[in-house]
């Protein structure tokens, strides 16, 4: 199998809770937008995020009882500087993340970051990483 992802799907027990802070807190467009059931996002070429109704997400993976969530994971956004980091994290605050961690120089990689969660349990990383890069070839470049 090659070395890809193209898809990462969360459950979600609110999906309109999900939209709003999605469209509205991060201000991304979706992909595809089915009401009821799921939402995906475009967030790099070839990698799309979606968030299916988590009564939904149970049903498609046809066993029963499964509990749907996220543990153990966060999604990690980078910015320019430590400013955009407050920044960000006040603008998804008002979208009806929860704080987890205001921002702050971090403990492990001279990174400046916060946590969020949005209102599904995701929990979301802003951060600005100066040993973080994209070449043009689209491949990153850390330390």
């Known amino acids: 199998m090659e070395q890809k992802l193209h898809f990462i799907t ?5 999906l309109d809770g999900a939209r709003a802070f999605y469209k509205e807190g991060l201000g991304w467009e979706p992909l595809l937008d089915v009401p009821g059931e799921i939402i995906f996002f475009q967030v790099a070429p070839g990698l799309v995020l979606g968030l299916f109704d988590a009564a939904k997400f149970n049903e498609d993976l046809g066993v029963p ?7 153990g994971v966060t999604l990690s956004h980078n910015v320019g500087s430590a400013e955009e980091v407050a920044g960000t ?3 998804l605050e008002a979208a009806g ?9 971090g403990a492990f990689g001279g990174i400046f ?15 600005h990483n100066p040993g973080w890069s994209i070449g043009t070839d689209g491949n990153v470049t850390l330390g």
């Open 10 to 14: 969360a459950a979600t027990p609110d």
């Open 65 to 71: 009882g499964v509990a749907a969530g996220v543990s």
């Open 89 to 91: 994290i006040e603008k």
């Open 97 to 105: 993340a929860t704080v987890l961690k205001p921002a702050q120089p």
């Open 113 to 127: 970051h916060g946590h969020v969660q949005d209102p599904n349990g995701i929990i979301w990383e802003i951060a």
